[in-house]
Every structure is written in structure tokens, then in C-alpha cells.
């Protein structure tokens, strides 16, 4: 019982790594922009799908098809930030949920059009290979999945912590008005942030789309994890949807296996709830005098 | 001042808009469509089901208007979309009968969403036909309305699986059992009805988990039931987490003696193309139609069916079926009534028995059907029924090979 615990807990550690990469892109939306992106596991979905018609239209295995994925959703990233989220002049974090809802349905619709409400799945060869530790058979697909995860997480790390641009993004995230005074194109690094958070949720979705068999309609239950990561891990903050990812995913999985399956989401939800009575701002967030 | 005034005016125009709508009967005139409403799953977790539910009902509406409609007029099917959710298919409903005044009804995916919709077709007197809603919930609210078009009730669907197994030589029958179950009220009676009969007779259950529907990452589950090394596996799943269990178990190299999933293997190309279709050899699930069924005008369905929307005939979703015969048996009460009533159709589909392609069916007071479904197994890249023997093709594969 040990064992599948064990078993549980690694399973949580690689998946949690994934739903962190997903989640990254939506902290650093909210950071930069103040903007709550319920369409996040629309795009991650969107991005899924990009991989699917490159893989079955060309063969372009899905990893490699981010060279051109992350790209294409970077681009698609900024339009929809200039057509959508720039006109959002006040009350910009309640419409921001309205709009990013509607944008979650449209591209919901458009996919439904496009490829019919049936399930989809990327099947790779890694997707049942893997290496077996002890009793437990790790399919290389989580391997890959956390190794993309931490290679990107600790890119975007760098890009924020090293470069002209990132301190420009951290200054945003820190006080937008006081950035736009010191001469930050607060609008562009908004525009960017965007693009960035969608090619994320690019690569988020080459794993979604690899262990899970998705439509169009699965950005529902998605979104909802992805909230509830950045809200334990604290709005805006990295290394807090990192911990919270991870957090979730190893006590929800070792409930299930050990407990129930229909304790999972409580036992987590409860952790949460106390987390947030102590810490209202989350692990890693900060508190924001207005 | 002027904002009122034109808010006023706009009211009244709504107003005036509503009664013109309320005052025209569509079922007035011969020469209107028959309007039948339905709500489907077009989005969300049951929309795969949804998809395969409109493909029946279409073709169904298209042969009936292709012999001339429903008493002379012909039919039109209004879709609206409830995204599988409870709430929504209760407005749809609702709406479909009150604003749209539809002539009749049938029914959505699904047991969870039929028992909330047939409660809103029972306030308007609206016979409830319906494909997919057989859970015992469904039938024990003592509603006269609900018409629930498989061969069996949904709870004894494992009884005929459960049956072949402890039938099988004392030497090969399991010792062990492992079962998972979304709470579901479709899926979950069938499980504890299974696990139930196999516990009685001895077979040790090794991992018992139920998992809420809303479930997505199924991976630590299908983990524990493959760390249980139990001789069969019972599965009380829909399509994503049937393909779900699959992969996790052929990623662990686990193979158990026999499995059978409640949804999922009966999806043709959408499950055999997810899992490989060398994988789907020796998976069983419980059935109450498949395509070579020597039923009535069952040939004629399936060709109808690739005409329409190609692929093979091991491609037809049973709920492609199931959402046929729905229309059969409307089709036959309305012929014997010479009516479309719904109070009339109510009494005439409780009476005598219906011919369809999933073969004939007779509904009791709740309106359980009265017949057996059937155990259906993979072989060779295509679903033939291998039990009970009465209408078995082939013998059951047992033990089923390993994953390729």
C-alpha cells in the first residue's frame, strides 16, 4: 500500500510539473495584466489541437511541432490581446473574466466546427513506453512532459530575472502605473506577456493532448484546475504555481489511491481553505495595497 | 424621461412579440412540420455521445420524411445544446415545450441528465422517449412518461457478464476482482450489480474505488486497480475514461484475464482508434444492439448510416442506434393512434410491443423495457455479441491476449 502511495506521489510530482507549465502562463497574465484568463484551458486545449493537425496531417511529432506551435500561438496571443483585452479600459479585472469567457466559448465553437465534438488523442510511441521503476512502469510521456516543463519554467525564469525585457515585466507586475511612469511600454509588455502565456499554455497542451483524450468541451474541467493552482500559489507569483501545481496533484493522487477517489478534491480543497485563512494571498502572493 | 419611455416601448413590443409567438399553434394545419424537440450534449463531458445521438435521430427523421412524415407531415427535429449540463438541459426543455411549443419530445444523453429532463416533460404532459437515460433512478420517480428504447434495464446490463464468468470451468474462473466506477447513475449500478453476484459466488474484490464524474486525470486510479493484479476488471466508465483506464494499464503492462467497461468499447472507430485497434481484442462491454443484428430493418440502418456518414459498419456508435429506435417507436405509436397526442402515446407505448432495430421491446408501468441485453467482445477489429448463447456469434475469447 506503501508502495502505490509512493507511486501516487510520483505520479502527482511529473503530472503537477505539467499543470504548472499550464498555470505559469496564467499567473503571468494576472501579474502583468491584472486580468483573470478564464479562457487559459481553452487555449491549452487550442494548443492541443494545433499539435494534433500537425501530427496527423504531417507526421510532426508533437514535441518537435512546438517550433512551430508556440510561435503560431505566441502571434495568435498578441492579436487577441490587442482586439480583446487592450480595449478593457476600466473596471478591467470583472470584465477581463467576461471577456476571456466569451473568448474560452468562441474558440470552443470554432474547434467543435472544425474537428465535430469527438475525442481526440495524440497517440505517440512514448505515450505507453516508458522505463519501469520497482513495480511502477513510468511512461516516457511524463518523463518528456516534466523535462519540457522544467526546461521552459526555468526559461521563462531566466527571461524575467536576467533580461531588460523581464525587469520590464517585473515592474509591470510590481505597480503599472508607477512602470508607465518611469517609461515602460506597459501596453507592448502586456501584449507580450499575453503571447507568451499562450505559447505556454502551446506546451501544456502537447501533454494535456498526449495523456488525455480531449474535445473541445475539456477546457471546462481545466480551467478550473488552473484557477484553483494559481490561487493556492498566490496571483502572480511563479514559483508559487510551481508548488501549488505539484501540491495538488501529489495530495489529490494519494488520496485517491489510498482513501477514496471522492475525498480527492475535498482533502485538497480543505488543505486550500486553511492555507488561505492563514496566508489570504496565497503561498507566494503578495499583498497589494491599491 | 426618454429612456423610460423607450424602455416601455420596448417591453411592450417584447410583450406583443411573445403573444403573436403564444397565439400561432404549430401543430395547427396539415401542412406543418411535425416539430420534435431535443436537447443534446454538443459540448462538455458527454458531447462525443452527444454527436453520435443527432447522427440516429437525423437519420431516422430523414427515412421517415423520405415514406412520407408522421401522419402525412413531415418531421423536423429542433436541436439545442445543454453542454451536459443539468441545469441546462432543464431550461432547454422547458423552453422547447413552453416558448416553442414542440409536438413532442425526446430525450438527451445520459441517465443524469434524463432524470432531470423528464421531469419537466412529465409537468407538460409530454411523452418522454428517450436513448441513453436507463439508470434506476430514471424509474423510480413514478413517472407514466418516460420510455426508456434499449433492450434491458441499465442495472442488469454486467448481469449477463457476471453470469459468464462464474459459468466458466472452476479452473479458469477469476478468484480476484478489481472495480472503479464513476459515480455516475448510469454507470454505478451496473458495477455494485456485478460486484454484488461475483462477491455472492465468491470472486474476491481486490480494489473497489468510485470516482466523481467531473474526474479528469484518471491515471492514479487505473494505477490502483493495475497494482491490484486482479484476475478481471470491471469498469463502470463513458468514452474518455474507458480509453483512460486502457492506456494506463498497457503503460503498466498490466493485462487482466477478461475486461469489460460499461461505455466506451461500444464506441467503434472513436475508442479503437484512441487505444490502437490491436488492443481492443478480448475487451468486452454489454450491448443491446450491434451491426449484424438480425433485427428488423437493422440492414437497412446500417446502410443508411454509411451512406449518410461513411466510415464501417464497426463504426456505428450504439447511440446512433438507440436514438433510432427512439424514433421507431414513436413512429408505430403514432400509427396505432392515428394521433400525436401525447396523452395518447403515453397509453399506447404501454401497451403492445414495438419493433425496432435493437429487436422488439415492451415497456412496464415505469417504463422499463422488458428484454436482455447482451455481452459484446472485440474480436478480430469488430464487436460480435458472445453471450448468452441464444444470441452469441462466436464464443468469448478467454483469456483476453496481452496488449500489443
Known amino acids: 500500500m506503501s508502495g502505490l502511495a509512493v507511486e501516487a506521489a510520483a505520479l502527482g510530482v511529473l503530472t503537477g510539473g505539467v499543470y504548472a507549465l499550464m498555470a505559469s502562463g496564467l499567473t503571468l497574465i494576472f501579474g502583468v495584466m491584472r486580468i483573470i484568463n478564464v479562457g487559459h484551458g481553452a487555449l491549452v486545449v487550442l494548443g492541443a489541437y494545433l499539435s494534433f493537425v500537425l501530427f496527423r496531417q504531417w507526421h510532426i511529432d508533437p514535441f518537435l511541432g512546438l517550433v512551430v506551435t508556440m510561435p503560431v500561438m505566441f502571434g495568435l496571443g498578441v492579436v487577441l490581446e490587442l482586439v480583446f483585452i487592450r480595449p478593457l479600459r476600466t473596471d478591467r479585472e470583472a470584465l477581463s473574466v467576461l471577456v476571456t469567457y466569451a473568448l474560452a466559448l468562441g474558440i470552443e465553437g470554432v474547434l467543435g466546427l472544425a474537428f465535430s465534438a469527438n475525442f481526440q488523442q495524440l497517440s505517440v510511441w512514448y505515450e505507453s513506453a516508458g522505463v519501469q521503476v520497482g513495480d511502477f512502469h513510468v511512461a516516457y510521456v511524463y518523463g518528456f512532459g516534466f523535462l519540457l516543463s522544467v526546461a521552459m519554467l526555468s526559461g521563462l525564469g531566466l527571461l524575467l530575472t536576467r533580461t531588460t525585457f523581464g525587469a520590464a515585466v517585473r515592474a509591470t507586475m510590481l505597480n503599472r502605473a508607477a512602470a508607465q511612469l518611469i517609461g515602460i511600454d506597459v501596453a507592448m509588455i502586456s501584449a507580450i506577456a499575453f503571447g507568451i502565456g499562450m505559447a505556454t499554455a502551446a506546451a501544456g497542451g502537447v501533454v494535456f493532448g498526449i495523456t488525455t483524450a480531449f474535445n473541445p468541451g475539456s477546457h471546462y474541467d481545466l480551467i478550473s484546475r488552473l484557477l484553483t493552482i494559481i490561487v493556492l500559489g498566490g496571483l502572480g507569483s511563479f514559483r508559487g504555481a510551481i508548488v501549488a501545481a505539484v501540491l495538488m496533484l501529489v495530495v489529490q493522487d494519494v488520496t485517491a489511491v489510498l482513501w477514496s477517489p471522492t475525498w480527492a478534491a475535498f482533502t485538497f480543497f480543505a488543505l486550500l481553505t486553511l492555507v488561505l485563512v492563514a496566508r489570504p494571498q496565497g503561498l507566494y502572493g503578495m499583498r497589494v495595497r491599491e | 424621461m426618454r429612456r423610460t419611455l ?220 493495475a497494482q491490484s493484479h486482479a484476475d478481471v476488471v470491471v469498469l463502470g466508465t463513458q468514452l474518455p475514461d474507458a480509453i483512460a483506464f486502457i492506456q494506463t494499464f498497457e503503460q503498466q503492462h498490466y493485462s487482466p484475464k477478461s475486461l469489460v467497461e460499461t461505455t466506451g468499447p461500444d464506441q467503434g472507430a472513436q475508442f479503437s482508434d484512441k487505444i490502437g485497434t490491436a488492443n481492443t481484442e478480448g475487451l468486452l462491454v454489454p450491448a443491446g444492439w450491434w451491426p449484424d443484428a438480425k433485427t428488423t430493418a437493422n440492414d437497412q440502418f446500417v446502410k443508411g448510416f454509411l451512406a449518410k456518414y461513411g466510415g464501417d459498419a464497426a463504426s456505428i456508435s450504439a447511440d446512433a442506434a438507440e436514438a433510432y429506435s427512439v424514433g421507431e417507436v414513436v413512429q408505430q405509436a403514432v400509427g396505432r393512434t392515428n394521433s400525436l397526442d401525447n396523452a395518447k402515446l403515453i397509453q399506447a407505448m404501454h401497451s403492445g410491443t414495438f419493433s425496432t432495430i435493437q429487436g422488439n421491446m415492451a415497456f412496464d408501468a415505469t417504463g422499463q423495457p422488458n428484454g436482455q441485453s447482451f455481452l459484446v467482445q472485440w474480436q478480430h477489429g469488430q464487436t460480435v455479441p458472445v453471450y448468452p448463447p441464444a444470441v452469441a456469434v462466436a464464443k468469448p475469447e478467454y483469456p483476453k491476449p496481452s496488449w500489443q
Open chain 2, 6 to 225: 423607450l424602455g416601455s416601448a420596448v417591453i411592450l413590443m417584447l410583450g406583443l412579440t411573445g403573444c403573436a409567438n403564444a397565439g400561432g399553434s404549430p401543430g395547427a394545419g396539415s401542412g406543418k412540420p411535425v416539430v420534435i424537440g431535443v436537447s443534446l450534449s454538443l459540448d462538455g463531458d458527454f458531447s462525443g455521445d452527444g454527436k453520435a445521438l443527432q447522427q440516429g435521430y437525423d437519420l431516422w427523421a430523414a427515412d421517415i420524411n423520405a415514406r412520407g412524415g408522421l401522419l402525412g407531415r413531415k418531421v423536423q427535429l429542433k436541436y439545442v445544446n445543454d453542454a451536459s449540463s443539468t441545469q441546462q438541459v432543464v431550461t432547454n426543455y422547458q423552453n422547447l415545450i413552453t416558448r416553442d411549443r414542440v409536438d413532442l419530445t425526446f430525450g438527451p444523453f445520459s441517465s443524469l441528465l434524463t432524470i432531470p429532463a423528464s421531469e419537466i416533460a412529465a409537468r407538460y404532459g409530454y411523452a418522454f422517449p428517450e436513448p441513453a437515460g436507463g439508470g434506476p433512478h430514471v424509474f423510480d420517480r413514478g413517472l407514466k412518461n418516460v420510455f426508456f428504447v434499449q433492450p434491458a434495464p441499465v442495472v442488469d446490463n454486467l448481469v449477463s457478464y457476471a453470469k459468464w464468468l462464474l459459468a466458466l470451468p472452476a479452473d479458469q474462473r477469476p478468484k480476484t476482482a478489481a472495480y472503479a466506477t464513476e459515480d455516475d447513475p448510469f454507470t454505478q449500478p451496473q458495477v455494485d450489480r456485478a460486484r454484488s453476484l461475483l462477491e455472492a459466488a465468491g470472486v474476491q474484490t481486490v480494489s473497489n474505488k468510485v470516482y466523481p464524474a467531473e474526474t479528469t486525470d484518471f491515471t492514479p486510479l487505473a494505477l490502483a486497480v
